[in-house]
């Protein structure tokens, strides 16, 4: 089967990417400022994975995610810097009973379909993207994360288990704050 891949994409940091198009993430939060100057309306989308993956952002929204059941890759798995699905966005809300609403608004996504990665740059709101450069490669502390003495922050008991956490993480600065 062939995926028409839509010309308009939307970048999203990793986990937030895989979880939309792997892990039942049905609303992508935003500012309403995001929203109206990144042109962002209905229709159906590119996800692209940001370049930029930051520690903290990423052990947060394991731990989030791990409270809704969805286990995620490992961060070294994670595809970056590249369209890796398609997705239609239906609506665009300022408040949901969601546990994936964190506002203050959101864009509400249906229909995921994962495609094989392909490298493209990516821009802030949504743009016109196209094939580029490579795949991101794993930054030094994506590949010891959760590993016997790389990680002294996360519990690694087995390790092909997700990771486990003695305590919550902190909410890094701009991550939603629910559970």
């Known amino acids: 089967?062939?995926?028409?891949?839509?010309?308009?994409?939307?970048?999203?940091?990793?986990?937030?990417?895989?979880?939309?198009?792997?892990?039942?993430?049905?609303?992508?939060?935003?500012?309403?400022g995001a929203i109206k100057s990144g042109g962002m309306e209905r229709g159906r989308i590119a996800i692209h994975a940001a370049i930029g993956m930051k520690e903290k952002e990423y052990r947060y929204l394991v731990w989030r995610m791990q409270l809704h059941g969805t286990d995620c890759p490992r961060p070294d798995a994670l595809i970056r810097r590249a369209i890796i699905g398609v997705v239609d966005v239906v609506d665009i809300i300022d408040r949901s009973d969601s546990p994936w609403f964190g506002g203050p608004w959101g864009l509400v996504l249906e229909n995921p379909v994962a495609v094989d990665p392909i490298p493209a740059a990516g821009e802030l709101g949504y743009f016109r993207w196209e094939p580029s450069g490579a795949l991101?490669?794993?930054?030094?502390?994506?590949?010891?994360?959760?590993?016997?003495?790389?990680?002294?922050?996360?519990?690694?008991?087995?390790?092909?288990?997700?990771?486990?956490?003695?305590?919550?993480?902190?909410?890094?600065?701009?991550?939603?704050r629910k559970s």
């Open 1 to 32: 089967m062939t995926i028409d891949i839509p010309e308009i994409a939307l970048s999203v940091r990793q986990p937030s990417a895989w979880a939309i198009i792997h892990g039942g993430k049905v609303i992508e939060n935003r500012t309403l």
């Open 136 to 176: 991101a490669e794993p930054a030094p502390w994506m590949v010891k994360f959760d590993r016997a003495n790389g990680d002294a922050q996360t519990l690694e008991l087995f390790p092909d288990q997700a990771p486990s956490f003695e305590r919550a993480p902190k909410k890094p600065f701009g991550a939603p």
